[in-house]
């Protein structure tokens, strides 16, 4: 419906090579550009630096989950082997120090309980599962999963500005300037 | 510049420093464009004739020996497994270890090969993941059912039964429920977090409809913008170490099923690392036998090259290397020790009624890979497939003489029986063998076979550092390549 009013996401520019994108956001990250990303179809290697990004914080969240696993793991094995039930089976003691045996298990949960924190504290982090997002109306946008290194300013950042962002993008290089608007 | 005479070296006009390029994982300079198309392509046009010609086989003989064989398992009950003496009971444990060896390979790709920072992984990392799915799904299947009443199979779980009796913590045998289980969930986390930014490149590159859907939900919504990608390869540095340990363990808990018994031939340190060893070595001959059909079948050979071939084969070199020292070990422990048990359980081993199944061991997973010493044997695709066939023979048989060729001697005489697997056992494991390809199969319909972010980030151009073509200070000296010896590319 062309009636209905559309809201600026903000700029989304196209850069030639991932050379081209890295010294663009570096000169993004100088102007004091908050909200805004840059998009390639596999990591750049630096280009967190170059955009100012601080390193990701998943480590502690899954330093936590491995900890938690390893707790619910002893939990586990000491109240029911020792606490709940004790069963003497081939001659092996139920009390403490039967802790040896219960490593495996501990081990196992540990590494269980971190893997499911890394898939969980990914998502929470990236935001994801997302399945619309005001970018994929680009007409230009699919390009990124293939071989496009895009740039894309938001609208929200307090530096935006209709004419001197757009300015901006040209002069570092950026091609097919799109304002991407959302329904 | 002077004339000089032949004795008088001419000086020197710059200094050029000689600098051996590195092997390249992507032939003919392919572009990010061309990489997409060509791995997207397999799973959106017809697939080839000989796709139907291998799957629907494989799905017959997967519903009818793991279905059928199951339902008939189940309904008439395990007696029809021939499961009359201790000895039977092997051919379950013989297929499940098999299996769970199988997924090994994929892992030590995804894991340890990404920490030492091996590059030359991405194109085969994927396909080899989604193998050690599908294997340790096949290897579930035994112990599930070989518990007799399938229906109390949830007292593998850590619950209390009816009278309020727990597990048995200290058993191996619950260790390796949480092994395998924890195995199989890391596998897949690693799998599915590897396939979304691909899965977001199917679902860009299709028309709008169904598919779109379909992909776009297993693609969360993936934008690929690098507050997304900074976390991303945080998460996968650490799904990889916890990988890397779970490597090491799953197998050594599954050894410690035998180690840490009292019978002679099984109880011995050596179990682990040689437990270890011999699922890598037989994960890769796996990884190779259905890699180099699919590359050939799909025209991967720019994506995953002869270099890709050769290190597979220096891998299956080393790790069949050890497992041959690790059987030479066993023997001389059980000569070194005195222990009279452990001699007779070898000299059981190697002269009893299963001297023939010894010899398999012995012939394909320590003789046959030695002929990868030889680059012309690691740069014959047919000797490689050859050597990778046997070993997947020879390590069903290194667990069928660890594991059969030791209960059929135990301690008590009244347990001394010889071993015919019935017609349900055979079955069923050909069912499973079935049921492997048929799940592979779909995967390389279905599901991108190459990891096409990660092969896009190995190529030169994608390091914004990487060094300009014409640096005037050195001189390029391309590594050796196969592909290249036909047409050599030009020095610069």
């Known amino acids: 419906m062309s009636t209905t009013r559309k809201r600026v996401y903000g700029y989304l520019a196209e850069f030639e090579s991932a050379t081209a994108l890295y010294a663009a956001a570096e000169k ?156 | 510049m002077p004339l000089t005479s032949e004795t008088v070296p001419k000086p020197p006009v710059s200094i050029k420093l000689p600098v051996l390029e590195r092997e390249k994982l992507v032939l003919h300079g392919r572009s990010y464009h061309w990489i997409t198309t060509r791995v997207c392509g397999i799973l959106e046009n017809k697939q080839p004739l000989l796709w139907w010609w291998i799957f629907i086989p494989c799905t017959l003989i997967a519903i009818i020996g793991v279905g059928g064989g199951l339902v008939r398992l189940v309904s008439t009950g395990v007696g029809i497994w021939g499961n009359s003496n201790r000895v039977m009971w092997g051919w379950p444990i013989v297929n499940f270890v098999f299996w769970i060896g199988i997924g090994h390979a994929g892992t030590l790709i995804s894991a340890i090969l990404f920490l030492t920072r091996q590059n030359w992984r ?95 939900i297993f693609a969360i919504g993936w934008r690929g913008g690098n507050r997304q990608w900074s976390h991303y390869e945080m998460a996968y540095l650490l799904l990889a170490s916890l990988a890397t340990v779970l490597v090491l363990s799953v197998h050594s808990v599954v050894s410690f099923d035998f180690a840490s018994s009292v019978v002679p031939g099984w109880h011995t340190t050596i179990f682990p690392p040689y437990f270890v060893a011999g699922a890598i070595f037989g994960g890769f001959a796996m990884v190779l036998t259905i890699m180099l059909p699919a590359r050939f079948i799909y025209g991967l050979q720019d994506l995953i ?137 779909l995967f390389l319909r279905f599901l991108p076979c190459i990891n096409i972010a990660e092969v896009k980030w190995t190529l030169k151009e994608s390091n914004p550092h990487h060094e300009p073509p014409d640096d005037p200070g050195v001189t390029r000296i391309p590594a050796y390549q196969k592909e290249n010896l036909k047409s050599p590319p030009p020095r610069s």
């Not at chain 2, 993941?129 to 096949?138: K, N, P, R, S, Y």
Request: glycine residues 6%.
């Open chain 1, 28 to 183: 993004i990250r100088d102007h004091g550009f908050t909200c805004w990303d840059c998009y390639s179809a596999y990591p750049i290697h630096g280009l967190d630096t170059a955009m100012g990004l601080k390193r990701s914080i998943l480590p502690w969240f899954v330093f936590c989950g491995g900890l938690t696993g390893m707790a619910t793991a002893f939990t586990l094995a000491y109240t029911t082997q020792v606490v709940i039930y004790p069963t003497v089976v081939q001659a092996k003691p139920a009390n403490l120090f039967t802790l040896p045996a219960f490593f495996p298990i501990l081990f196992e949960l540990t590494v269980l309980f971190s893997g499911l924190t890394v898939l969980f504290g990914l998502l929470a982090l990236i935001r994801l599962p997302r399945l619309n997002h005001p970018l994929f109306e680009s007409h230009q946008f699919h390009r990124v999963t293939d071989d496009g290194f895009f740039i894309a300013i938001e609208a929200m950042d307090p530096q935006f500005n209709r004419e001197q962002t757009r300015d901006l993008l040209a002069q570092i290089g950026g091609s097919s300037i799109e304002l991407v608007e959302e329904d």
């Open chain 2, 122 to 216: 991405t194109s085969i990392n994927r396909a080899s993941e989604a193998m050690t799915i599908f294997a340790v799904i096949c290897a579930g299947i035994f112990p599930a059912f070989h518990v007799g009443r399938v229906w109390f199979a949830w007292f593998l779980a850590p619950l209390p039964n009816a009278n309020g009796i727990w597990q048995n913590f200290k058993s191996p045998l619950l260790w390796d429920v949480f092994a395998v289980s924890t195995y199989f969930t890391i596998s897949l986390i690693f799998w599915y977090l590897g396939l979304v930014p691909d899965l977001a490149t199917i679902r860009d590159r299709c028309k709008p409809g169904l598919r779109k859907i379909v992909y776009g």
């Open chain 2, 305 to 441: 090259t002869m270099k890709h071939i050769d290190n597979m084969a220096r891998i299956i070199l080393l790790t069949g290397t050890i497992v041959g020292y690790a059987y030479l070990m066993e023997l001389f422990v059980a000569f070194y020790t005195g222990a009279i048990y452990e001699m007779d359980a070898f000299k059981f081993r190697i002269t009893g009624p299963y001297w023939w199944a010894y010899a398999v061991m012995m012939t394909c997973n320590v003789i046959s890979p030695q002929v990868f010493w030889f680059k012309a044997c690691r740069e014959n695709l047919w000797v490689v497939m050859i050597v990778a066939m046997c070993i997947n023979v020879g390590m069903w048989f290194e667990r069928f003489v660890i594991i059969v060729g030791t209960l059929a001697r135990t301690w008590l005489p009244g347990d001394w029986k010889c071993f015919a697997p019935t017609l349900q056992d055979q079955s069923l494991f050909v069912g499973t063998l079935g049921l492997f390809l048929a799940l592979f199969m």
